[in-house]
Nanobody, 129 residues
Framework: QVQLVESGGGSVQRGGSLTLSCAAS????????IGWFRRVPGMEREGVAC????????FYKESVEGRFTVSRDVSKNTLYLQMDDVKLEDTATYYC??????????????????????WGQGTLVSVSS
């Protein structure tokens, strides 16, 4: 059974750092398109950082590029999101997701619905001033 479990959310001050983790089971984090998304209440979910299934790079949302870093540890089967220099507008619930049948990457991060998506339950990040 494919499962994703996020952790690491919490409260952080503006300019601080936080690391999110996504523990995967039922598949390898290297096998599919995988990424981090976030949602603010009343808004659409948006892609933050996405790997493609073709292993041809990582796409970052423009507003987080240079501040956030996504990585994956195949030995631990875990996806990470290192968040540095966080801003008030980074406050959101962060979700780890995969697209089991689609290419992922830039189109997926920019809003193209995946072919067979699986999502975790989310972890809340709250940035304060």
């Amino acid at each position: 059974q494919v499962q994703l479990v996020e952790s690491g959310g919490g409260s952080v001050q503006r300019g601080g750092s936080l690391t999110l983790s996504c523990a995967a089971s039922g598949f390898s984090v290297a096998a599919h398109a995988i990424g981090w998304f976030r949602r603010v209440p009343g808004m659409e979910r948006e892609g933050v950082a996405c790997y493609s299934s073709q292993h041809d790079g990582i796409f970052y949302k423009e507003s987080v590029e240079g501040r956030f870093t996504v990585s994956r540890d195949v030995s631990k089967n875990t996806l990470y999101l290192q968040m540095d220099d966080v801003k008030l507008e980074d406050t959101a619930t962060y979700y780890c997701g995969i697209d089991e049948a689609g290419p992922g990457g830039r189109p997926w991060c920019l809003g193209l619905r995946g072919r067979r998506e699986v999502w975790g339950q989310g972890t809340l990040v709250s940035v304060s001033s």
